[in-house]
């Protein structure tokens, strides 16, 4: 894949985690009605609609941020986290298939966006060890 392509692809699906997420997220946090319901609906007490919603919104956030590729694993885990325990909740309380599916669809982009992510937005990787470098004598040494 050249690079134009990468480019493209990662910023449409980190566009449409990082929309889902933030919609998502300010919704959690308004506390209507309808979030309660849901939240209600698969077993969970009402305050854990503010603490996920926080939790969207930063990640949402974070996402987009320049730099900080520690953040952005993290983001990336706890958006991992969040849509696999959507899916089972919902298969949990017998919702239907949509319900279960949706939760899967976006961790199938969230897992496009960390892939196709560019280099500045990685965690640089540790330097490997150069195989013919030895320190002391090798442990069956006679």
Do not use: C
């Not at 077993?43 to 503010?50: D, N």
């Amino acid at each position: 894949m050249n690079d134009k392509a990468r480019t493209i692809g990662y910023w449409i699906a980190t566009g449409l985690l990082g929309f889902a997420f933030a919609a998502g997220g300010l919704a959690d946090l308004s506390g209507s009605p309808q979030v309660l319901e849901g939240m209600a609906h698969l077993g969970y007490p009402a305050y854990f609609a503010t603490l996920l919603g926080a939790w969207k919104v930063l990640g949402a956030i974070a996402l987009f941020a320049p730099r900080f590729p520690r953040l952005k694993e993290w983001a990336y885990a706890g958006i991992f986290f969040d849509l696999t325990g959507a899916a089972v909740s919902h298969a949990a309380v017998g919702d239907a298939a949509g319900k279960v599916i949706t939760p899967l669809v976006l961790v199938a982009v969230a897992a496009a966006s960390w892939a196709l992510r560019p280099e500045s937005r990685r965690l640089a990787s540790a330097p490997k060890p150069d195989a013919e470098v030895r320190v002391g004598r090798p442990a069956l040494a006679t």
